[in-house]
């Protein structure tokens, strides 16, 4: 079955402590992205990658990492997280970045 | 700055009703347009894509339109059932960097 897999589903955890949440595609997607989403925001875009190795920022990256060692994975990582990081965050992938996207059920974040 | 807004943010109606959901946005230089719907605890599902040339787009009891000079879409359900409870999501892909931007969405109850 074609699907994006993040884990974990849910993460309640601490100021400071680092975490990561994964990202997974099996559908050979060159593209895929991370978004964060927040009551009357809608979705907004952390970063995105076109392909292996080619990563970009988004509107809001600032406080997230990533990285695209396989074109199948790709982990947002959170060095020190905050309490204004706490949301719903997901993962999509597409064939490329003008196609259609196809969602991770989401992880939610809780950093107290 | 792209700029893509919903109205109402929420919305109730009894089953049956056929409905009409908004979408509008500031920049007409969109690649295409889609709408998502989002159920709890779940990631988004694509429901319909417009692309800029095209006028609307159909699935079963869906119908999404779009005018591109005035900046608006809508998303016209018939026969509203209590499944299609969730919310409404419209994004909109730039014709100049393929990033999708989002609306905050419509929260809609269909009541038995």
């Known amino acids: 079955e074609a699907q994006v897999t993040q884990n974990p589903r849910y993460l309640i955890t601490v100021t400071g402590k680092k975490l990561t949440v994964t990202c997974s595609q099996n559908m050979n997607h060159e593209y895929m992205s991370w978004y964060r989403q927040d009551p009357g925001l809608g979705l907004r875009q952390i970063y995105y990658s076109m392909n292996v190795e080619v990563t970009d920022k988004g509107d809001v990256p600032e406080g997230y990492k990533v990285s695209r060692k396989e074109k199948r994975n790709f982990p947002l990582i959170l060095e020190s997280p905050s309490p204004n990081q706490t949301s719903l965050y997901f993962c999509?992938?597409?064939?490329?970045?003008?196609?259609?996207?196809?969602f991770g059920d989401g992880t939610r974040l809780s950093i107290l | 700055k792209q700029e893509v807004t919903q109205i109402p943010a929420a919305l109730s109606v009894p089953e049956g009703e056929n409905l009409v959901l908004n979408c509008s946005f500031t920049d007409s230089a969109i690649y295409n347009l889609q709408w998502f719907r989002q159920d709890p605890g779940k990631g988004l599902t694509s429901l319909l894509l417009?692309?800029?040339s095209q006028r609307e787009q159909t699935s079963g009891r869906l119908n999404a339109s779009l005018d591109k000079s005035s900046g608006r879409s809508t998303l016209y359900i018939a026969a509203s059932q209590p499944g299609d409870s969730a919310t409404y999501l419209c994004a909109v892909i730039m014709d100049s960097n393929y990033q999708l931007i989002w609306g905050a969405g419509t929260k809609l109850i269909i009541k038995p």
């Open positions: 999509a992938s597409s064939l490329a970045s003008h196609q259609p996207q196809h």
């Open positions: 417009i692309q800029s």
